[in-house]
């Protein structure tokens, strides 16, 4: 299932724009479940930040929320509809047109093993940009396509100084001894999953959530948490 439509004051473009238009510039996936998008509104206000970072524009992309929720209503009333969706969000904010497409949920491989590597953007650990999703570029594309050519289902990324960044898709975490310890922001993609999911879910398991720098890890559970997966367990291929 993919079905695609444009929004936005500048969406009579989008026609004209080609794929490699949209590298490069905001993006953001979430969630669909039961008709129901997951935290919509901190992604649209996660893509609008991201075009206020390139200097543009983007103070339409959170008024259309009802809009969105509308369309999605509408898709997922289609007699091939399935309960749970992912929806994906990429921002055009030079010609000012938003991408909505609906696509399938993808599963998570069990066991879920990484293949750690160097992260493709450390010599730019310190640009605010990769903060914001798809500012960095396609880099996390390569970096799943060779974890795979590994036998893993997805990359462990470290620093120059060898300490845990993120993976390819998702924001990571190691418990140990009843804490959950996640990298510091700094250079890292910013997960909403890690912002507005795992303080309740931690919670519910009694473990304290503390940001420091982690080594790669030779004991302790790790955790990968994104927007469309959730929080679940991987290994070390």
């Known amino acids: 299932m993919s079905l695609e439509r444009f929004f936005g004051p500048g969406f009579h473009l989008a026609s004209a724009a080609s794929h490699a238009a949209m590298e490069g510039f905001p993006r953001t996936a979430l969630a669909v479940h039961e008709g129901q998008p997951c935290h919509l509104h901190a992604h649209l206000h996660r893509l609008q930040e991201a075009a206020a970072a390139l200097h543009h524009s983007g103070d339409w992309v959170e008024s259309l929320g009802p809009e969105i929720t509308a369309q999605i209503s509408v898709w997922m009333s ?5 309960p749970s ?3 994906r969000l990429a921002l055009q904010p030079e010609f000012g047109f938003l991408r909505v497409r609906l696509e399938s949920l993808p599963g998570i491989s069990q066991p879920y093993l990484l293949a750690p590597m160097p992260h ?10 990769l903060r914001h999703k798809g500012l960095g570029g396609p880099w996390s594309t390569a970096a799943l396509a060779e974890a795979r050519t590994l036998g893993a289902a997805d990359a462990l990324l470290l620093w120059a100084d060898g300490t845990l960044a993120e993976t390819a898709i998702a924001a990571v975490g ?7 310890t996640v990298p510091p922001p700094e250079g890292r ?3 909403l999953a890690e912002q507005l999911d795992l303080p309740h ?21 790790i955790w990968c948490m994104n927007a ?6 991987a290994q070390l291929a």
């Open 78 to 82: 289609r007699s091939d509809a399935v």
């Open 85 to 87: 969706a992912a929806l």
């Open 120 to 129: 493709p953007l450390a010599h730019r650990q310190g640009d605010p940009l």
């Open 174 to 180: 190691v418990e140990r001894d009843g804490v959950l």
């Open 189 to 191: 993609v910013a997960s």
């Open 201 to 221: 879910w931690a919670a519910q398991r009694g473990l304290q959530v503390e940001v420091g720098p982690l080594a790669l890890p030779q004991h302790g559970q």
């Open 228 to 233: 469309l997966r959730g929080i679940w367990k």
